[in-house]
T-cell receptor
Framework: QQPVQSPQAVILREGEDAVINCSSSKALYSVHWYRQKHGEAPVFLMI?????EQMRHEKISASFNEKKQQSSLYLTASQLSYSGTYFC??????????FGTGTRLQVFP | SAVISQKPSRDICQRGTSLTIQCQVD?????MFWYRQQPGQSLTLIAT?????????ESGFVIDKFPISRPNLTFSTLTVSNMSPEDSSIYLC?????????FGQGTRLTVV
C-alpha cells in the first residue's frame, strides 16, 4: 500500500516553516525523504531508521514515530530552493522503495 | 554514491511499437529498480531486476508488457511493449547505495 502524504500542496513565503506528514498502514522499518524538482530525478534528503535518532539536513529535519507509523518532515525558514515535490519512501533494508503520494511545495519571495 | 546513465532521455513513439530503455550503473549492484512516473504523480514501482534471475513485478505490471533484462551487475533494460497513449510517462531506473536511492535522469516517453 502506498504511503499517504499530507498536505498535498503547500505555498509558503520565504522564511516560513512547513511540516509534511507521511503515514503508512504497514509497520515502518525505514523512511526516506526525497525532493524532486520539475523535470529532474528525485534527490535524497535523509533516511530515518527504526529506533534511530531524528535526522537533519541543513534546515530540514525529520522524525519517525514507529507507534503511529508516521514520519514528518520539518522545513524551517524556507528558501526559494526548497520548492519542489517532496516524497517519502518506505523500505526494509535492501528492499524495494515504495514512494508516498507526494507533497508539492512552492516558496515565493 | 552511484551514477546512473539512462537512455534515451526522451522519445516519441507510434502506438503498437516497442521501446527499450537502458540503464548503466558505474558500480556493481545486486538489485535495480524500474519506476514509472505519470505527469503530476508519484513514482510507481514497476519491477525489481536481479542479476541472474527473472525480474519481480509489482501488482498491475506484467512481464509481457514490460520485459526486463539484467545481463550483469551494472546494466539493465526495460522494454515497453505494444505501446498505447496510456504508456506516456517518465520511466526511471534506480539503485541503492548505502541506504540511499539514486536515479537515472529518466526517459520521457510520449506515445502518439
Amino acid at each position: 500500500q502506498q504511503p499517504v502524504q499530507s498536505p498535498q500542496a503547500v505555498i509558503l513565503r520565504e522564511g516560513e516553516d512547513a511540516v509534511i506528514n507521511c503515514s503508512s498502514s504497514k509497520a515502518l522499518y525505514s523512511v526516506h525523504w526525497y525532493r524532486q524538482k520539475h523535470g529532474e530525478a528525485p534527490v535524497f534528503l535523509m533516511i530515518l531508521l527504526k529506533g534511530g535518532e531524528q535526522m537533519r539536513h541543513e534546515k530540514i529535519s525529520a522524525s519517525f514515530n514507529e507507534k503511529k507509523q508516521q514520519s514528518s518532515l520539518y522545513l524551517t525558514a524556507s528558501q526559494l530552493s526548497y520548492s519542489g515535490t517532496y516524497f517519502c519512501g518506505l523500505a526494509r533494508f535492501g528492499d524495494k522503495l515504495i514512494f508516498g503520494t507526494g507533497t508539492r511545495l512552492q516558496v515565493f519571495p | 554514491s552511484a551514477v546512473i546513465s539512462q537512455k534515451p532521455s526522451r522519445d516519441i513513439c507510434q502506438r503498437g511499437t516497442s521501446l527499450t530503455i537502458q540503464c548503466q550503473v558505474d558500480s556493481q549492484v545486486t538489485m535495480m529498480f524500474w519506476y514509472r512516473q505519470q505527469p503530476g504523480q508519484s513514482l510507481t514501482l514497476i519491477a525489481t531486476a536481479n542479476q541472474g534471475s527473472e525480474a519481480t513485478y509489482e501488482s498491475g505490471f506484467v512481464i509481457d508488457k514490460f520485459p526486463i533484462s539484467r545481463p550483469n551487475l551494472t546494466f539493465s533494460t526495460l522494454t515497453v511493449s505494444n505501446m498505447s497513449p496510456e504508456d506516456s510517462s517518465i520511466y526511471l531506473c534506480s539503485v541503492y547505495s548505502n541506504t540511499e536511492a539514486f536515479f537515472g535522469q529518466g526517459t520521457r516517453l510520449t506515445v502518439v
